[in-house]
């Protein structure tokens, strides 16, 4: 392939966006789905300040399509499924890849044995009755998560890594429901076994898949964090499977200028076409962006684009923090600040709002409004802590 002029920052955060589906306009209703199946993951949370999870402002930060849709693509269709931990909606065609190294995180582990019991008794019980979810079940405690764990719980956790059940499903409370696997999705009992070096090539294809561009040590994060640290080959092997990849022509590689001069960074060869698209001017959009965002998937990537580090602070003691689920402000491919803020009482409430590089105003303040109208909320409000001109001009009734 012809060597390609160095990349700016620039272009950089140009193509980025542009493969997140980060730019341009809004998904339409009717590619949506398509559309985010193409991020290959997309990790869940239940935190809902905002009014809106994590998913979902992922979702709402490229969609016109409604929230609704998303668990319809997730639960319904199950284009994406729900992987138990880490939790991501994950393209479906990719689990039987995954669910073939799933079991080595439980076998042997502590309360093996002695959950198998549980185990056949979960599953009759689904059989019978249909999916469950982790609350109903009464069960004592061992030890296990932060501290300790009822036994049912856990059970229903070896299950999945084992394959014989998957999420199907969300409660009105946002717990997990789980069903067995021939029910959501039949062809994960029947994967063939995938030779070492289709596995290893599918490992670096999906975590450039995810991330979009790289460089080889943020690339060989993800591969390894694809592989989970249960069953990895860790970091000096996957630098290598990604050395290996890139020449066998998978991986294009692409020099983008830095602070130090020039780095060689990937992206998938078949992307080659999307610096084109990623070249056209940017957009006047503001996006809100949500903490656990694709964008976000390898931290060290989005200091160097982006010239500050990001820290998700809802689990920091309140001392210790700025912000509480500070969302990232996109616009023209750069972020140029942070907005904090919680939904209450039918307004959206800015809570804390840094900008840190010029943005229009009135951009902000559509932007906002969008993501407070999808969250659910007829008003914007601006807390004292937010500077005067911005809280004149973000404050107000939300237009339908």
């Known amino acids: 392939m012809q060597k390609t002029a160095p990349?700016?920052?620039?272009?950089?955060?140009?193509?980025?966006?542009?493969?997140?589906?980060?730019?341009?306009?809004?998904?339409?209703?009717?590619?949506?789905?398509?559309?985010?199946?193409?991020?290959?993951?997309?990790?869940?949370?239940?935190?809902?300040?905002?009014?809106?999870?994590?998913?979902?402002?992922?979702?709402?930060a490229r969609s016109d399509a409604p929230v609704a849709d998303f668990y319809k693509m997730v639960y319904g269709e199950r284009r994406m499924l729900e992987t138990h931990y880490p939790i991501f909606a994950t393209r479906r065609d990719w689990l039987p890849q995954f669910l073939q190294d799933f079991h080595k995180a439980v076998e042997g582990s502590m309360h093996f044995e002695e959950l198998k019991p549980i185990k056949r008794k979960l599953v009759k019980q689904i059989l019978a009755g249909g999916p469950?979810?982790?609350?109903?079940?009464?069960?004592?405690?061992?030890?296990?998560?932060?501290?300790?764990?009822?036994?049912?719980?856990?059970?229903?956790?070896?299950?999945?890594?084992?394959?014989?059940?998957?999420?199907?499903?969300?409660?009105?409370?946002?717990?997990?429901?789980?069903?067995?696997?021939?029910h959501?999705?039949?062809?994960?009992?029947?994967?063939?076994?995938?030779?070492?070096?289709?596995?290893?090539?599918?490992?670096?294809?999906?975590a450039l898949g995810v991330l979009k561009i790289a460089s080889?040590?943020?690339?060989?994060?993800?591969?390894?964090?694809?592989?989970?640290?249960?069953?990895?080959?860790?970091?000096?092997?996957?630098?290598?499977?990604?050395?290996?990849?890139?020449?066998?022509?998978?991986?294009?590689?692409?020099?983008?200028?830095?602070?130090?001069?020039?780095?060689?960074?990937f992206t998938l060869?078949?992307?080659?076409?999307?610096?084109?698209?990623?070249?056209?001017?940017?957009?006047d959009r503001v996006r809100l962006i949500a903490p656990l965002d694709n964008l976000l998937f390898n931290r060290d990537r989005f200091t160097q684009l982006y010239g500050f580090t990001y820290k998700f602070e809802?689990?920091?003691?309140?001392?210790?923090?700025?912000?509480?689920?500070?969302?990232?402000?996109?616009?023209?491919?750069?972020?140029?600040?942070?907005?904090?803020?919680?939904?209450?009482?039918?307004?959206?409430?800015?809570t804390g709002l840094d900008i840190t590089k010029p943005v229009d105003a009135d951009a902000l303040r559509q932007g906002l409004h969008r993501f407070a109208r999808i969250a659910g909320a007829e008003k914007v409000m601006a807390g004292r802590k937010v500077e005067e001109k911005w809280r004149r001009s973000l404050s107000g009734k939300i237009e339908s």
């Open 7 to 60: 990349k700016s920052p620039a272009e950089v955060r140009a193509f980025l966006a542009d493969r997140l589906g980060l730019r341009g306009p809004f998904w339409r209703a009717a590619e949506s789905m398509d559309r985010a199946v193409d991020l290959g993951m997309i990790q869940i949370d239940s935190i809902i300040r905002t009014g809106l999870r994590n998913h979902e402002i992922v979702w709402a």
């Open 132 to 182: 469950v979810s982790p609350g109903e079940l009464e069960a004592e405690r061992i030890v296990g998560g932060f501290n300790t764990v009822k036994a049912t719980t856990k059970a229903l956790e070896h299950l999945f890594y084992e394959g014989k059940v998957q999420v199907s499903g969300r409660t009105k409370n946002f717990h997990r429901q789980f069903d067995v696997t021939e």
């Open 184 to 206: 959501v999705a039949p062809e994960l009992l029947k994967h063939p076994r995938f030779k070492k070096s289709d596995h290893d090539r599918f490992m670096v294809e999906s």
């Open 216 to 265: 080889r040590n943020q690339l060989a994060q993800r591969v390894n964090h694809h592989f989970g640290n249960w069953r990895g080959p860790g970091l000096p092997e996957s630098r290598k499977l990604v050395d290996h990849y890139a020449k066998e022509g998978l991986l294009e590689p692409i020099t983008v200028k830095t602070d130090d001069g020039e780095e060689t960074w």
């Open 269 to 283: 060869a078949k992307d080659h076409a999307a610096w084109a698209s990623s070249a056209k001017q940017a957009d």
């Open 314 to 350: 809802a689990y920091t003691p309140v001392r210790q923090r700025r912000f509480y689920f500070a969302l990232p402000i996109l616009w023209k491919d750069d972020v140029v600040g942070l907005i904090d803020g919680k939904r209450e009482n039918g307004k959206w409430l800015v």
